[in-house]
């Protein structure tokens, strides 16, 4: 239980293309998610908070405009990365918990690799 | 603030041995969790094992087993009978109000199995 998808896996595209990332929670309602950033060899940063049905919480330093999230469902948040350039390459990761479970860990998705050219 | 502490880079373990993964935490909140996860070089994350800051007793999850000593504020993971899968990075991590809240990871230890 508690599945947490994620999709796409891999995304290469152009400089100033947009993507959307999606996170799904597959046998459970998430009325938060999170959203990380991993750079090779580093840790996971998280980016931002996104809560169903209003605005996401950034972290500091994290552009809103730039990342832009919608958690239009209990099972559905994405992540869109706006007007990409190269140094948006990174491993971005979901991570969602069941809160009907009691004290359960967040589970992950299985994160996206996103490489801009 | 919350802020987790990892201290080995990198570890080089003997297949079939036992390896401790060192992690230390602060927090100024009582109640707190913390895990452990285990990503391998394909990405994801694996989640390996809690403790409840309120917890009487060390966690344990079949070969992994969590050393948790509250007063020096320290959480490592011990990893017996290790076998060449378990060579992954692994990240300590913590929350408040036991799981609710974001997770703040530890800069992670690359354990490598030898044969």
């Known amino acids: 239980g508690a599945v947490v998808s994620q999709h796409p896996s891999w995304v290469i595209c152009k400089s100033g293309t947009s993507v959307k990332i999606e996170c799904r929670s597959l046998?459970?309602?998430?009325?938060?998610m999170f959203w990380y950033r991993q750079f090779p060899k580093q840790s996971l940063m998280l980016m931002a908070t996104s809560n169903e049905g209003s605005k996401a919480t950034y972290e500091q330093g994290v552009e809103k405009d730039k990342f832009l999230i919608n958690h239009a469902s209990l099972t559905l948040s994405t992540l869109t990365v706006t007007s990409a350039h190269p140094e948006d390459s990174s491993f971005y990761i979901c991570?969602?918990?069941?809160?009907?479970?009691?004290?359960?860990?967040?589970?992950f998705g299985d994160g996206t690799r996103l490489s801009i050219l | 603030a919350q802020k987790i502490t990892q201290t080995q880079p990198g570890m080089f373990v003997q297949e079939k041995e036992a390896v401790t993964l060192d992690c230390t935490y602060d927090t100024s909140d009582p109640s707190y969790g913390l895990f452990w996860y285990k990503q391998p070089s394909s990405g994801e994350m694996i989640f390996l094992i809690y403790q409840g800051s309120y917890d009487q007793q060390n966690a344990t999850e079949g070969r992994y087993s969590l050393n948790f000593q509250k007063a020096r504020k320290s959480a490592n993971l011990v990893i017996s009978a290790s076998q060449l899968g378990d060579s992954a990075m692994y990240f300590c991590?913590?929350?408040?109000?036991?799981?609710?809240?974001?997770?703040?990871f530890g800069t992670g230890t690359r354990l490598t199995i030898i044969p």
């Open positions: 991590a913590m929350t408040n109000n036991f799981g609710n809240e974001k997770l703040t």
């Open positions: 046998d459970f309602q998430a009325t938060t």
């Open positions: 991570s969602a918990r069941d809160p009907a479970r009691g004290v359960q860990p967040q589970h």
